[in-house]
């Protein structure tokens, strides 16, 4: 058994250390927010957090997640009220959706760290997601937006 | 290696029934015809495709994704289904375009790095 702290809920799984992340999240506990695309870190479709670090859950052991805090997009906030999601609702950021997940949670790391990103910020905290139905220029804005209601609230 | 920092399109569809799903598709389109464009290769040994993954097939990604201008031409006419339109005008206009800047063709894409480097030495 395996305890794990999942968007603040403690949960034990029974599986081999070894299982991806990605699977314990998705087959074991439900969460199916979490995308699996290309299953080697590329395409950053299963991005979660680690202690608020954005890391790609298809390539990471559940052992190495165990005492971390494991955020998933479900845990992002109870009501769609974090300020990405409400950005991206209101810019219509998604064509196909399948990545957007992974591109949200990387977003959200970003702003944890740099509320006031620079485009050339937001280049580098994301270029580690593929769109493939190239929503990159709605993205960019959609974090931007994010940013400016997080300065609106505070 | 090109880079394509910015991109206007104008679209006529007759009465734009979304328009903002319609200024998406487009965005859309020339992106995704721009990552083939530039980046896409499949190449073939013994009958099988070499690629396998991201890693060796490069897409376009956040930091080469350019801004994209679109322009839905008004008109009263019937509507018509957007598709992939966006996307059809994507290699002649950077095609032209490097052929403005250094005179010389690009005939085949992908326009890999290696590709633009030889067009240059003709």
């Known amino acids: ?154 | 290696m090109i880079r394509v920092p910015e991109i206007w399109i104008a679209a006529n569809v007759g009465v734009p029934i979304m328009p903002r799903n319609l200024d998406a598709q487009l965005q859309s389109a020339v992106i995704h015809s721009l990552s083939n464009l530039l980046k896409e290769r499949i190449t073939f040994k013994n009958g099988a495709v070499q690629q396998s993954n991201f890693y060796d097939y490069q897409v376009i990604r956040m930091s080469e994704a350019p801004e994209v201008h679109t322009h839905i031409v008004p008109s009263s006419r019937n509507p018509v289904g957007i598709g992939d339109l966006g996307g059809i005008g994507v290699g002649p206009a950077v095609a032209n375009a490097f052929f403005s800047a250094t005179g010389r063709r690009l005939r085949q894409s992908p326009f890999l790095p290696e590709r633009v480097l030889a067009a240059l030495k003709t």
């Open chain 1, 1 to 154: 058994m395996i305890s794990l702290t999942v968007n603040k809920r403690s949960v034990k799984v029974d599986v081999e250390p070894s299982t991806p992340l990605l699977w314990v999240l998705r087959e074991h506990l439900g969460l199916t927010g979490t995308k699996y695309g290309c299953g080697v870190a590329q395409c950053g479709a299963c991005t979660v957090h680690l202690d608020g670090r954005p890391v790609r859950s298809c390539s990471t052991p559940v052992s190495k997640a165990a005492g971390s805090e494991i955020t998933t997009i479900e845990g992002l906030s109870p009501d769609r009220s974090h300020p990405l999601q409400r950005a991206w609702i209101e810019i219509e950021v998604p064509q196909c959706g399948y990545c957007q997940s992974g591109q949200i949670m990387s977003a959200a790391a970003l702003l944890e760290k740099t509320p006031n990103p620079a485009d050339e910020d937001i280049n580098r905290a994301m270029s580690g997601n593929i769109c493939r139905c190239g929503t990159y220029p709605r993205i960019r804005r959609a974090i931007h937006r994010a940013a400016e209601m997080v300065k609106g609230v505070a």
